[in-house]
C-alpha cells in the first residue's frame, strides 16, 4: 500500500489543523537518579532523546522506557515524569535550576553530577477546532523507537535538529521548526503503521478501512453510510463496521459527522454561507445541515459564528 493513498487523511487533518512544531527547550539529566516532572500543557508535548536514555510516566500508567534517538508524542499535552528509572520521583521542572546554552533554548538540569542523559522538548500546536475533532482519536502517549524502517531518517533529523541549535546559522529557527514538524508527522504515521490496534492511525494502516477513511476525506458531500463505506472498502457491511467500529473508536456515522462540522466550523469562520457549507459537507439544506451542526456542537451555525467573531479567533 502506497504512502500517498495510506494517509491521504492524515495529511488532511493536520492540514486542516495547521499543525505546526516548535522546541521550546533541552533538559541536561546529571547523576544516577534523576526525574523531572512537568504538569501538562494545552497542546501536545514531544520528546527526542539525544543522549542516554530515561523512563517516562504518563499518570498511574506503567513507565516506558526511552532509548537514545527514541521519540515519544504527548497528543494531549498530558502532566508526565521523565526520570532515569522508573520509580524515581520527578522534580517539578518549574523549580529546577537552567544553565547556559549557545542556542538561546532554555535548558534545565535535574540530578547532579556527570550528564547522563540530553533531552530535547517541543510543543504540537493544532487549531482548535481540528484538535477537538482529532484528540478523540489518539492516544496519550505514542513512542517511536529508533530501530526500524525509518531509523536512519530518525537518526539524520534528529542530529540535524541539534546541530541547529548547536551551531545557530541565519533561517535556523524556520528550519528547526520544519524539522520538528516532520519528526511529529513521521511519529504519527509511523506509529500507526506498527502497531496492530492503535485505532485511528493503525485503520489508516488496513487497505480496506484506508479506502473507506481515504474517500471520506478526499469527498465529504458524498452519501456516506455504511453501506457505502464498505462497499469502497471491499468488505461486507457487517466486516466492515465491526472492523471500523473498533479500530477507530466510533461507528462511520459518528466519525463522518464530526470530520464534516470541522471543515464546517472552519468554512465558517472564513465567512462561507451556510448554504455553501451544507452543499460541500452533503446535506440537503440549510436546515438539515443546521439541525446537524447543533446537534453536534451544541450551537446553530449563525450562532457559533458570532460567538467565533466576537471571541476574536477568525483566521
Not at 500508567?61 to 522508573?86: F, N
Not at 487549531?127 to 530501530?147: C, K, Q
Amino acid at each position: 500500500m502506497s504512502y500517498s493513498l495510506v494517509m491521504d487523511p492524515l495529511s488532511d487533518v493536520l492540514s486542516v489543523a495547521r499543525a505546526s512544531a516548535a522546541i521550546f527547550s533541552r533538559a541536561r539529566c546529571r547523576g544516577d537518579a534523576w526525574g523531572v516532572e512537568t504538569r501538562g500543557a494545552s497542546g501536545g508535548i514531544f520528546h527526542a532523546i539525544l543522549r542516554g536514555q530515561a523512563y517516562i510516566r504518563v499518570a498511574d500508567d506503567k513507565a516506558v522506557y526511552l532509548g537514545p534517538g527514541d521519540l515519544v508524542l504527548l497528543p494531549h499535552g498530558s502532566p508526565h515524569t521523565l526520570a532515569s528509572e522508573p520509580d524515581v520521583p520527578g522534580d517539578w521542572i518549574g523549580g529546577l535550576p537552567t544553565e547556559p546554552t549557545d542556542d538561546g533554548l532554555r535548558c534545565v538540569v535535574a540530578g547532579e553530577g556527570e550528564l547522563r542523559a540530553e533531552i530535547l522538548c517541543g510543543s504540537l500546536t493544532l487549531e482548535p477546532d481540528a484538535s477537538t475533532f482529532l484528540s478523540p482519536l489518539l492516544p496519550s502517549l505514542i513512542r517511536v523507537g529508533a530501530g526500524g524502517a525509518l531509523a536512519g531518517w530518525l537518526d539524520a533529523t534528529l542530529k540535524q535538529l541539534a546541530g541547529e541549535f548547536a551551531d545557530v546559522r541565519p533561517g535556523a529557527g524556520v528550519l528547526s521548526a520544519r524539522l520538528a514538524e516532520l519528526l511529529v508527522v513521521q511519529a504519527l504515521r509511523r506509529w500507526g503503521a506498527e502497531t496492530p490496534s492503535g485505532g485511528w492511525l493503525a485503520a489508516l494502516w488496513e487497505p480496506g478501512l484506508a479506502r473507506a477513511l481515504g474517500g471520506v476525506h478526499e469527498s465529504p458531500a458524498n452519501d456516506w453510510t455504511a453501506d457505502s463505506m464498505a462497499r469502497r472498502a471491499g468488505m461486507s457491511r457487517s466486516s466492515f463496521y465491526e472492523s471500523f467500529t473498533s479500530s477507530v473508536g466510533e461507528s462511520p456515522a459518528v466519525y463522518v459527522r464530526r470530520w464534516r462540522m470541522t471543515l464546517a466550523r472552519g468554512w465558517l469562520r472564513k465567512g462561507i454561507s451556510v448554504g455553501e457549507i451544507a452543499e460541500r459537507t452533503g446535506y440537503g439544506s440549510d436546515q438539515a445541515f443546521s439541525r446537524a451542526f447543533k446537534r453536534t456542537v451544541g450551537q446553530s451555525p449563525a450562532h457559533w459564528r458570532r460567538a467565533a467573531r466576537e471571541a476574536g479567533n477568525n483566521p
